[in-house]
Structures are given as C-alpha cells and as structure tokens.
C-alpha cells in the first residue's frame, strides 16, 4: 500500500494499491492555496514526541508558514515558523524532509531555510543570488537547491557553505531536483525550457548527460517536466 497526495485548495490523501484507489485523509487548508507538499520517508526515523512516520507537509501562499498533518487523520501536528515572533515574508515554494525525518527545508525568496525537527528551531540558511525554486537533501547533512538563474548549489549544514555548483551554461529555471534511486550519487533536474539534465554530485556536480525532452510553447506558460 502506497500514499500519494493531490493538491488543490485541500489535500486528499490517497492509499492506493494494484487494483484500487481510496480516500484516506482529507486536509482542508481553509481556502489558501497550498503551494507545495512532501511526505516523510516511510523508514525515516522517530526524532520528536510527534508521529513523524506519514507526516505530510504542506505551504501556504497566504499564511506563509508550513503546516505538518498526520496523514492517517489529518490532524494539524505543528506549524513552522515555530515562533510566531519568525515571521516569513516571501513565499515557500519548495518543502523537503531529510531521509531521517529530522530537518525540513524550504525554499523561501532567494534562501533554503532548514528547521531542525527535535530541537525546534532554524538550523541554518543557504542564500542564493535570485529565487529558489526546487530543494532536495543529498543524504542527511546535505542540501541541493536550485533557483531560477539555472544554477544548483550543494551545501553542508555542518560547515553552512556551498560545496559544489553546476556550471553556468545553462539558464533555464530549474523546476525539480531529484535524487536519482538506483545512482544515488546521481541528480536529475528539470528545467522550464522542457529539458532534464543527469550531474554527479561526488564529481563536483559535473553533468552528465542534457536531453531536450520537448519544446515548450512560446505562447504558453509552462512548469517544466515533473
């Protein structure tokens, strides 16, 4: 049995299996549009006094914060920012939980701020020169994030720097970045302009290979490839 979850003004949560679909959970975000999900890692770890195994995240344009829910009844578990006195002022359009469920990331202006889940508080944030657009961890001290420059930028949490970087060449706005499955030294991203690019991340963030998946419209707007 798997778990995915669709997006609108609300969530539905969806356990499916080889032969059907069924309504698990709904969320209701009370009208605001909900900007991004992620869902803890089904083997992630027990870091806090919550149940953190099937916590979805979501974020909101309007509030501006990232709401946690248990996704079995939806219950609101915690928001973030954890201090009303931490207020964000631009909007969260990336959220991604570490393979151990302790940190959750996001991608707010041109920063990817990262909370620390047991100890409650903001462990530490990467500035980008324009607006991040995609995140994702590479193991758990990690963080790739991507802006809409085109440029990825790795970064270790223990030193708070920038590690590695793709080259320039390419300018199209990154819109996902994905940790491959089966390579995991490899990433993959997708850009706006409908291509992917395969880089290795222990070879300084080299690319690998460029594939124009399709063209993009001129007269359409366009979200790149998922």
Request: hydrophobic share 30%; with cysteine.
């Given at each position: ?49 919550l149940c953190w195994n099937q916590v979805i995240a979501t974020s909101n344009k309007i509030s501006r914060k990232i709401k946690l829910y248990q996704a079995s009844n939806g219950t609101i578990l915690s928001s973030i920012p ?62 790739l994030s991507g802006d809409i420059s085109g440029s990825i930028k790795l970064w270790d949490m223990k030193s708070n720097e920038s590690i590695a970087q793709t080259d320039k060449i390419l300018t199209s706005p990154i819109h ?51």
């Amino acid at each position: 049995m798997s778990t995915i979850a669709c997006i609108s003004n609300k969530l539905d949560v969806l356990e499916f299996n080889s032969t059907s679909i069924d309504t698990n959970t709904n969320i209701n975000s009370n009208s605001e549009s909900i900007k991004s999900i992620c869902c803890t890692p089904i083997d992630g770890d027990q870091y806090t006094s919550l149940c953190w195994n099937q916590v979805i995240a979501t974020s909101n344009k309007i509030s501006r914060k990232i709401k946690l829910y248990q996704a079995s009844n939806g219950t609101i578990l915690s928001s973030i920012p954890f201090l009303e006195t931490d207020v964000i002022t631009d909007d969260i359009v990336s959220v991604a939980f570490s393979s151990n469920s302790r940190y959750i990331g996001a991608g707010v202006g041109n920063k990817s701020l990262i909370w620390d889940l047991k100890r409650r508080n903001l462990k530490c944030s990467f500035k980008h020169d324009t607006i991040v657009s995609s995140m994702t961890y590479f193991q758990d001290n990690r963080v790739l994030s991507g802006d809409i420059s085109g440029s990825i930028k790795l970064w270790d949490m223990k030193s708070n720097e920038s590690i590695a970087q793709t080259d320039k060449i390419l300018t199209s706005p990154i819109h996902m970045i994905k940790i491959c499955n089966k390579y995991p030294n490899n990433m993959i991203c997708s850009r706006n302009d409908g291509s992917i690019q395969v880089y290795d991340i222990h070879n300084s963030c080299s690319m690998l290979r460029n594939m124009q998946i399709y063209t993009p419209n001129t007269n359409t707007n366009t979200n790149g490839i998922v």
